[in-house]
């Protein structure tokens, strides 16, 4: 039997040298669709994405576009339209390398409603920066109108700030199992998902504005389809201890309790969800990997990247 994947493409992965238009970012994803048609003789495949670049820009559209007859959208909005974006590119670009080598792909793109926590502390402490930079004063203002969260961002400006809080269930779970089984490749949990919480009124769900991580929502739904194998497809081919100085030391295969010790080491926001993810699946008995794109496939082979096992 096929060993069961998951792999976690980042969504600056689209954006390798900065590009920001769809036929730029399409060529890209062509180099995806292209190892995905080589990795499915061997495995299922179920792709999960990031979204930071695209929903970023969806934004910039919704808010400088906004009017009164054209209101802009809310985020938790904005993240189902980066799903549909992105999830549009790869399923075209994985069709058209199965189609180059003559044959029919399975691939399909799920728009994913990620269940979180009202109760999360993240609401009550928003640290994720979205969207455009303003000025003090125009941040200052929005903040007013808007009741936004904003924060200076690294000497480069003002930002608005959203929870990021830690993904509980995937709403469409049973679909995309039944998917898998019926040998479709699946697109889900695009951008961390789109965040919802249940209502106490017969537990409906609810669309909030926050941004989840989409390292610990790859890693969740991982665990919920059964994979053997979770994959944070980065810019890097390890996770490294003493990153940028002379003593850094790339990672290889390691145990959950070694790498632990080294958690202090990675940053908040980049690599730490990557580490953490891989932690909490392969603590489940699976397997945790971390490298890039050029190395995936020696990395499903134990031959390159962080491997973090059990």
């Not at 974006?85 to 058209?96: D, E, M, V």
């Not at 007013?144 to 990021?164: F, Y």
């Not at 940028?244 to 790498?259: F, R």
Request: hydrophobic share 40%; proline share 5%; with cysteine.
């Amino acid at each position: 039997m096929k060993k069961r994947i998951v792999l976690a493409f980042g969504g600056n992965a689209l954006q390798k040298n900065g590009e920001v238009t769809a036929e730029a970012q399409k060529k890209i994803a062509n180099e995806v669709g292209e190892i995905i048609y080589e990795l499915s003789s061997k495995y299922e495949i179920v792709i999960a994405h990031g979204n930071g670049p695209q929903v970023g820009n969806i934004l910039i559209h919704e808010e400088t576009g906004s009017s009164e007859k054209a209101p802009a959208m809310p985020l938790e909005t904005a993240v189902a339209m980066s799903q549909g974006q992105i999830g549009y590119w790869l399923t075209q670009a994985i069709n058209n390398a199965f189609l180059a080598h003559g044959r029919q792909a399975k691939v399909a793109t799920v728009v994913s409603q990620v269940v979180v926590s009202k109760s999360d502390p993240a609401f009550k402490n928003p640290t994720k920066p979205i969207g455009q930079f303003y000025t003090e004063k125009e941040a200052k203002a929005l903040m007013r109108e808007k009741g936004w969260t904003v924060k200076e961002d690294s000497g480069r400006g003002w930002r608005r700030v959203v929870p990021s809080p830690k993904p509980i269930d995937i709403v469409e779970k049973k679909t995309i199992m039944e998917l898998i089984q019926d040998g479709v490749i699946v697109i889900a949990a695009g951008g961390g998902g789109i965040p919802v919480y249940k209502t106490k009124i017969l537990g409906r769900l609810k669309g909030v504005d926050a941004v989840i991580d989409k390292d610990y929502a790859a890693e969740k739904l991982a665990e919920l389809v059964k994979a053997d194998v979770f994959v944070s497809v980065t810019a890097v081919p390890n996770a490294c201890v003493k990153f940028g100085t002379p003593e850094q030391q790339a990672l290889g295969e390691v145990a959950v309790d070694e790498i632990r010790q080294y958690l202090p080491e990675f940053k908040a926001g980049s690599m730490l969800p990557k580490v953490e993810a891989a932690i909490n699946f392969a603590k489940k008995g699976g397997t945790g990997i971390i490298t890039d794109i050029d190395h995936l496939k020696d990395a499903l082979k134990g031959k390159a990247g962080t491997i973090v096992t059990k």
